[in-house]
């Protein structure tokens, strides 16, 4: 019997997976029950109340069960598996030490033991005297621990022969291999210990650090405390432990004392986030063990598939192999998210490091690429960040190495055993695809069979899990199109196996769009859209008072018939229509009317029905139509016959015009006109009169005669004295002779024919004589008017002259549809300016200007910019925050700015200002500057001012990214416009970053602006917007001109570097309906809005584009981030931005949960309507996680639910 004693405490401090149900452990004792360990066990004995207290009342305990093991010389026994503490205590009381003459025992069997009945991870405690007699079994215990993730630690109280021979060593190398640890310590500070495992067993824990070091004298330690991490344990083995911590300020940190010994020191760490130093001071060989309690773990697993869960997995890889390692993460709170993962040395040195991909959100599933393990010791770490991207690692319980099949003791032939990785019935969409995986327990390993509804689907190929007993195969169904049962059969020499599971399709038919009862105006077309999700795919049918429609002149129907377009409204189109659709087990029907508005019988215009025509002359008889829908057709009826139209005698116009050609005497008479439609008809009568003489081939010059004055009126044919002159006025004779009009006055005008006539031969000719006189005003008015929003005020140009004159309008040299002689205003800002009258008539024309002033200077933003003005700057030189008010920029009077030409001087007209110069408001236009009124359309720039980019140096997004500022160099200051995140790889912009506020432009300039090119972009960047079809990608600018403040703001959002390709060419509609939204939130607001509109290139769809020849891909998605960071909200706009989206396509692309409708001032019907752009919302947590943008919007934010409203929008 020993003096002293040895005891083994096997402590699993692993991270546990806990998705769904949380994964129990146990709690082991294993002990030595010779002779010598009487006392030992005394001690468990009379700490045991005091351990199920510390698991009873820890909620964050994970401990299921009690398990306790006892061994001997050479036999292990289990005393008890309970979750009683009585029945503990009894089993503890019953044990009776006897026996252990000799130093070594068999420890290793009671380990084993121990382990084979332990859960994963579990607490576990071995008491013993004695080194391991079986040590020889170290490798196969080494593997099982390793397998069950168990930390083994070991409490050492005394020695017998060296610690350096083997029987000893083993307990080193497993400690080591399985990040435990050994004390050594007297037999009396048993109950010391026990306080150390109480400490450790209420949380669950992590490994912050672990080392060994043969002599710890002078030796430092570094660990890492995150914000995950609380009540942090430092554990010392070492010939009198003394340490000293240092703080992430410098500063000695305080330890609380949990546990004291020569040979041993354990101490609790009230920690905060940081890194901490531990400096040792022991002349010996020192283990050093550092655990922190922890909200946040993993559990590992390699499998040779591509594994769905943690359950289709195995601790430790399979050697030879190809592996995925997966990372099943325990975070209850759902903010971390991994990144990488690291294979570690023993002495914490990263052999590899492997991209982390989320295949599971909802359990925190993550899965590697696959790769060949190292065939060596290994831990594993894994990396992440939190939401305020802090970053989290965790390092593995245990060390990890290949698959031991050899270290079995003895290979037991198994029947197979089948397990199905699922439940026995899966559900499934219709059309899509399916794995079904099922575990193969047995040995020999088994052959795998598939067996289907209608018979044998073909063998399976099987592949380790768990050698030599564990294996998996899997069936990939492509396209599930029925109901089935799948049959997993597995056979070997021992016998066979199977388990069934059912694959049912889902059956649903649910109505998503209807059409409603609508009323059509006659002759428009309109698309009729029932949209459906149906499972399996339905039929939909379309019909008019039942009978079924099809194609034809009336109708068309889309390819997938979930449009009905009716053609050209007609009255014979009206009526019940009903729409039906049809799956396995589910119909739908959808009953509406259709009505008509504006059809109407002809009404003919009865004003006119008299015509008169000169002889040879042609005659056009309109037969004006004041109603009539559908267009009544026109004929003419002459003695009660049709007349042949298209003759040399008639013809007729598109509008039912009758040309009655080369008149004579015969042509006078009546002439019916008959018009009638589908609703009816009607005819009027029509009367010709024709004249004989003067007649003429030429047409009749004019000649004004002022009013008042005399004129003669001049024969125009040459004749001789002799000749006889007579003259006709509107065919009558009125003189012979030479002809005066004396004191003329309107009542003489009119057709003049002058006849020459001798004994050869006659000549006529024809003047048309107007006697009027110019217009003139008929009052004097005020023509400056002083502005006043909301005012009144008239312009009067009312005027007379004969013939009467006409009067035209125009406003800033625009043209306005105004024929009235006095224009009525209630004046607003975009009044302001020149309004002119002009008032004509054959003998002359007038005009009168009104201008309406303000005592403000009121700048044209559409037309007062170009690239030659100057900067308009507050006197900090940053962007004024002018009132918009319409189209034009208000500047307060007497307020002060700066004028500035970054790159040359100020000129007005030939004087040079210089590059800067102070200015003040005088009003209208005009700019104060040193002591000078100057009108700033007057103001230049000596050369042009372009937008640059300016790098500065930033990652802005995965990957080689940078973000640039657009914006002006002042010299030694740079004013940006706005930033954007450009992927200097790929030369693509990902997206743009800008704050809107209430003084934006809200127009886009009229006059022409070019777009800068970039040198981070190719040479031929624009040629792959060189649209020849009727749709294609069009630039589509990620910073509105619209959206910036009035002026260059707006220029320099020209720039190649602000535009994406977007499928805008056939509709944008809902793209600008979201922008014009965003603007209409910020009207009303006294802050601005931060704003980042963006691209993202998914590589893992189908619908990548690359546009022309280049190599410039083209984003699946546009997107809008609106942040209000006064109330932390924000809100997420996605548009897919794939060519001819169907609506079934579109609903694949929802990556996240659409809240449009949740959103007050975004809800909209037309969002999901693909012609214009299929849009949708999300809120900004399920857009960072669904488009992996948590590097770029940090912090949490609310749903941008509510804002006040522009009274002029609606936004529904």
């Known amino acids: 019997m020993f003096i002293s004693c040895l005891i083994y405490i096997f402590l699993s401090y692993g991270l546990l997976y806990t998705n769904g149900d949380d994964a129990k452990v146990s709690l082991t004792f294993v002990i030595d029950d010779t002779g010598s360990m009487y006392n030992d066990i005394a001690q468990v004995k009379a700490k045991t109340n005091e351990v199920f207290d510390a698991v009873l009342h820890a909620n964050a305990s994970k401990i299921d069960d009690f398990i306790l093991i006892t061994f001997n010389d050479p036999y292990a026994k289990l005393r008890t598996i309970t979750r009683d503490r009585n029945e503990f205590k009894r089993a503890l009381s019953s044990i009776s030490v006897d026996g252990g003459g000799d130093c070594p025992e068999y420890t290793m069997a009671g380990i084993e033991l121990a382990l084979e009945k332990s859960k994963s991870n579990s607490y576990f405690y071995v008491f013993t005297d004695a080194s391991a007699k079986d040590y020889n079994q170290f490798d196969r215990i080494k593997s099982l621990s390793q397998k ?67 002599n710890g ?27 000293k911590v240092i703080d992430p300020d410098g500063n000695v940190a305080v330890t609380k004392d949990i546990s004291t010994t020569e040979m ?20 010996s060989k020192t283990s050093v063990v550092v655990t922190g309690s922890t909200s946040v773990s993993f559990q590992h697993g390699f499998a040779y598939v591509k594994p769905a869960s943690i359950n289709e997995t195995s601790t430790m890889p399979v050697p030879g192999v190809k592996s995925y390692l997966s990372i099943a993460l325990n975070n209850d709170k759902k903010d971390v998210v991994l990144k990488t993962a690291e294979l570690r040395d023993l002495d914490d040195n990263v052999i590899k490091e492997l991209p982390l991909t989320l295949i599971d959100p909802e359990k925190q599933f993550y899965i590697t690429d696959p790769f060949i393990p190292p065939s060596t ?62 575990k ?54 021992e016998g066979e196996s199977s388990k069934s599971v059912k694959i049912e399709i889902k059956t649903y038919l649910n109505v998503i769009e209807y059409p409603k009862d609508i009323t059509l105006e006659y002759g428009k077309t309109i698309d009729l859209k029932f949209i459906i999700n149906a499972s399996p795919p339905a039929i939909i049918s379309w019909y008019k008072n039942d009978k079924q429609i099809t194609v034809n002149d009336n109708y068309n129907l889309s390819s997938d018939n979930t449009i009905l377009t009716i053609r050209n409204m007609l009255p014979k189109l009206k009526g019940k229509y009903t729409v039906k659709a049809v799956n396995d087990n589910t119909e739908r029907n959808v009953t509406f009317n259709v009505s008509i508005i504006g059809a109407e019988p002809p009404v003919i215009d009865k004003s006119v029905t008299t015509y008169f025509a000169k002889e040879g002359s042609d005659v056009d008889i309109n037969c004006r139509l004041l109603k009539g829908k559908p267009k009544p057709t026109v004929s003419w009826i002459v003695d009660g016959l049709k007349l042949a139209l298209g003759t040399d005698m008639f013809g ?16 006078s008479g009546t002439y019916l006109c008959k018009a009638e439609n589908s609703l009816g008809h009607v005819s009027e009568e029509f009367y010709v009169k024709v004249y004989p003489y003067p007649r003429t081939r030429n047409v009749p010059v004019k000649e004004l005669i002022e009013e008042g004055t005399s004129a003669n009126i001049e024969c125009e044919p040459s004749h001789d004295v002799g000749d006889l002159i007579r003259w006709y006025k509107n065919g009558v004779l009125i003189s012979t002779g030479p002809l005066t009009l004396r004191r003329a006055s309107p009542s003489d005008s009119g057709l003049y024919s002058c006849r020459v006539s001798n004994y050869v031969s006659s000549h006529s000719s024809h003047k048309m004589v107007i006697v009027g006189r110019k217009p003139r005003f008929n009052s004097e008015e005020e023509t400056r008017i002083e502005f006043f929003e909301g005012a009144n005020v008239f312009f009067v140009c009312s005027a007379t002259g004969f013939p009467n004159p006409t009067i035209t309008w125009s406003h800033n040299g625009r043209k306005i549809e105004k024929t009235s002689a006095t224009i009525d205003l209630v004046m607003k800002f975009s009044d302001i300016g020149e309004y002119e009258c002009q008032v004509s008539n054959d003998f002359g024309k007038i005009s009168r200007t009104f201008n309406i002033v303000a005592d403000d200077c009121l700048l044209n933003i559409e037309n007062n910019f170009n690239t030659y003005k100057p900067l308009i700057l507050s006197l900090s030189k940053r962007w004024p925050l002018f009132e918009i008010n319409g189209s034009f920029m208000r500047i307060p009077k007497n307020t002060k700015f700066l004028l500035v030409c970054p790159t040359s001087y100020i000129t007005h007209k030939s004087t040079n200002f210089g590059q800067q110069r102070l200015a003040s408001c005088v009003g209208n236009t005009e700019f104060q500057i040193i002591g000078k009124n100057i009108d700033f359309e007057d103001l230049n720039c000596n050369e042009e001012i372009k937008p640059l980019s300016k790098s500065t140096g930033l990652h802005c997004s995965r990957g080689n990214t940078e973000l ?146 280049s190599d410039q891909p083209t984003p699946q998605y546009m997107w809008k981030v609106i942040r209000n960071l006064q109330e932390q909200q924000a809100l997420a706009v996605i548009q897919v931005n794939k060519p001819n989206l169907t609506k079934s396509e579109a609903a694949r692309h929802m990556l996240c949960k659409d809240v449009c409708g949740d959103t007050e001032w975004m809800r909209n019907p037309e969002w999901r309507n693909v012609t214009k752009g299929f849009t949708y919302c999300c809120s900004l947590t399920d857009f960072k996680k669904a488009f992996g943008y948590e590097n770029i919007f940090k912090g949490k934010a609310k749903l941008l639910r509510k804002m006040p409203l522009v009274s002029e929008h609606s936004l529904t």
């Open 148 to 214: 069950k993730s168990i930390q083994v630690s070991f409490l050492l109280t005394g020695i017998c022969g060296s610690l350096n021979d083997r029987d000893y060593l083993v307990f080193e190398e497993l400690s080591e291999a399985t990040s435990g640890q050994v004390f050594h310590i007297k037999k009396h500070d048993i109950n010391k210990i026990i306080n150390y495992i109480i400490a450790s067993i209420t949380h669950k824990k992590t490994t912050l650090r672990q080392k060994l070091y043969e």
């Open 217 to 243: 004298s002078g030796k430092k330690l570094t660990f890492t405390v995150d914000s995950k991490v609380w009540d942090v344990i430092i554990s010392i083995s070492a010939k009198n432990p003394k340490i």
């Open 264 to 283: 041993s020191y354990m101490g609790k760490l009230n920690a905060k986030p940081g890194v901490y130093t531990i400096e040792l001071s022991s002349n």
């Open 377 to 438: 010791l290994f831990k594993i770490a894994v990396n992440g960040f939190t939401e305020t991207n802090e970053k989290i690692t965790r390092v593995s319980s245990t060390t990890v190495e290949l698959q031991k099949p050899e270290l079995e003791k003895s290979l037991t032939k198994k029947s197979p055993q089948v397990t199905l990785l699922s439940d026995d019935k899966i559900e499934v969409e219709y059309g899509q695809a399916v794995d079904i995986k099922c």
């Open 440 to 493: 193969l327990h047995g040995f020999p390993k088994p052959d795998a069979l598939w067996e289907g509804t209608s018979g044998i689907t073909g063998p399976a190929t099987v592949v380790p899990v768990d050698l030599p007993y564990d294996y998996m195969t899997v069936l990939t169904i492509d396209k599930v199109v029925e109901n089935s049962t799948i049959t997993c059969k597995a056979i070997n020499s």
């Open 652 to 667: 007729i116009e598109e509008d039912g015009t009758l040309i009655i050609k080369n008149v004579n005497k015969y042509s």
């Open 964 to 1109: 640039l500022k657009v914006g002006y160099s002042l010299r030694s200051e740079f004013l940006g416009v706005y930033d954007i995140c450009f992927d200097k790889d790929k030369n693509v912009t990902l997206y743009s970053r800008h704050h809107i506020h209430r003084s934006l432009a809200d127009r886009v300039p009229d006059i022409p602006i070019k777009f800068t090119g970039s040198n981070h972009l190719p040479k031929d960047f624009n040629a792959i917007y060189k649209c020849r079809d009727k749709c294609c990608f069009a630039k589509k600018q990620l910073v509105n001109p619209r959206d910036v403040s009035p002026g260059f703001p707006q220029v320099a959002t020209y720039n190649d570097l602000n535009v994406l390709p977007h499928w805008s060419t056939c509709g944008t509609e809902n793209w600008d309906e979201v922008e014009r939204r965003v603007r209409s939130l910020v009207k009303f607001l006294d802050f601005k809005l931060s704003v980042w509109t963006g691209a993202f290139y998914d590589k893992s769809t189908d619908a990548g584009i690359i546009l022309r020849s």
